[in-house]
């Protein structure tokens, strides 16, 4: 791989790190907000949320570790480089689950582009890896979708 394809791959790597960042703490927020008749439901969902979250954070910077390169470790990192926003105090469980799905649609977007960007370098590790990602996040974007009635 050339030292072009792989800076690519490594921005876009820490791009989608920072977005996953704040991703992660807007479920811990909505995990601490929620109210209303979905509470036990949502509280406990948005628990298994945040806690995958961990995971591929985990994941994401050990990639970029992989390339000797430096994962995004700052808030002011995330909060700049993140192509999702912090979200303002959310409570209702209807608000909660739409912010989700178009959080999540951001996420599949970029992973998708990130996807591509490995298949073109010859890097099977980031595929395999993106793959993962989306195919989980498919998923789970058709269930809360269908959560939401559409």
């Not at 800076?7 to 907000?33: D, F, G, M, P």
């Not at 994941?59 to 390169?69: G, N, P, W």
């Not at 996807?115 to 993106?130: I, K, N, Q, R, V």
């Amino acid at each position: 791989m050339g030292k072009k394809e792989k800076n690519n791959i490594v921005s876009r790597l820490n791009e989608l790190l920072a977005t996953y960042q704040i991703h992660y703490q807007n479920l811990r927020s909505l995990h601490w907000n929620i109210k209303g008749p979905h509470f036990f439901e949502l509280h406990l969902k948005y628990e298994e949320l945040y806690t995958r979250t961990q995971v591929i954070i985990d994941d994401l910077a050990e990639r970029i570790l992989t390339y000797e390169a430096v994962p995004l470790h700052t808030f002011a990192d995330y909060v700049k480089t993140s192509l999702i926003k912090e979200n303002a105090y959310i409570s209702d469980g209807k608000e909660g689950m739409k912010y989700i799905v178009e959080a999540q649609k951001s996420l599949l977007k970029t992973e998708r582009e990130i996807l591509a960007a490995a298949g073109e370098a010859d890097d099977e590790g980031t595929s395999a890896f993106m793959s993962d990602l989306i195919r989980e996040k498919e998923k789970s974007t058709w269930m809360f979708s269908a959560w939401l009635g559409k």
